[in-house]
């Protein structure tokens, strides 16, 4: 099947700085990718629809200025935590699907587990 | 918008048991339903999907029955083993790849040797 990569796949920060988070499809173009973030012992919440070359749709309540979303490429979307604190730490997850037309299947990253300190 | 619910929570079985999930949704557009496998530490899986136009999918050990008229859906594993053990997660979403998926609270399944 289809493989979606995620780096880091973890990641330590301090307070107060900024932390990128990649997610490439690597043998489809993904028009659409999804970020989602998971708390220990809860399901995923979406935080974020990526579309390429266009801006993000962000679900309510998730701050656009806070996660910033770039999908400049079809294989490549980026997750950018800013100014990070510690109740941003959590396990951060994106999504590919390889057909814009057909409800098929959903390709995962691997996660990235972000710490801040 | 899509309500996803999910029981049970947690689940443990004995080797050899079968294991049922149940889910049901609240969005009667939805027309995709997939099940995911999540290990710890990892990215979901992908089980099993179902579409709306089918009743009942199965795959080896694993199957997912679909009512569309009750709007829910539920995935059976047969013959369980100690690897089965993970939270699994049922989702939802429309029809085209632009849709979200909509997840379920998850179940923990505990297969006991």
């Known amino acids: 099947g289809a493989v979606v990569s995620q780096h880091p796949s973890w990641v330590i920060c301090k307070s107060g700085t900024s932390v990128k988070i990649e997610c490439r499809s690597l043998?489809?173009?993904?028009?659409?990718m999804f970020w989602y973030r998971q708390f220990p012992k809860q399901s995923l919440m979406l935080m974020a629809t990526?579309?390429?070359?266009?801006?993000?749709?962000?679900e309510q309540g998730v701050e656009k200025d806070k996660f910033l979303i770039n999908h400049a490429s079809l294989t490549l979307s980026t997750l950018t935590v800013t100014s990070a604190h510690p109740e941003d730490s959590s396990f951060y997850i994106c999504?590919?699907?390889?057909?814009?037309?057909?409800?098929?299947?959903?390709?995962f990253g691997q996660g990235t587990r972000l710490t801040v300190v | 918008g899509e309500n996803v619910e999910q029981h049970p929570s947690t689940l443990s079985v004995q080797e050899g048991d079968s294991a049922v999930i149940k889910c049901t949704y609240s969005?009667?557009?939805?027309?995709?339903f997939p099940w995911y496998k999540q290990e710890l530490g990892k990215g979901p899986q992908l089980i099993i999907d179902?579409?709306?136009?089918?009743g009942e999918k199965k795959d080896q050990r694993i199957a997912v029955t679909l009512n569309k008229t009750a709007k829910h859906f539920s995935l059976h594993i047969t013959e369980t083993q100690p690897e089965d053990s993970a939270v699994y997660f049922c989702?939802?979403?429309?029809?085209?790849?632009?849709?979200?998926?909509?997840f379920g609270t998850g179940t923990r399944l505990l297969v006991s040797p």
């Open positions: 999504s590919a699907r390889d057909s814009p037309r057909v409800a098929t299947e959903a390709f």
């Open positions: 043998d489809f173009q993904a028009t659409t």
């Open positions: 990526s579309n390429e070359g266009s801006k993000a749709t962000y």
């Open positions: 969005d009667s557009a939805s027309n995709y």
């Open positions: 179902i579409r709306s136009n089918v």
């Open positions: 989702a939802a979403s429309r029809g085209t790849g632009f849709q979200k998926l909509v």
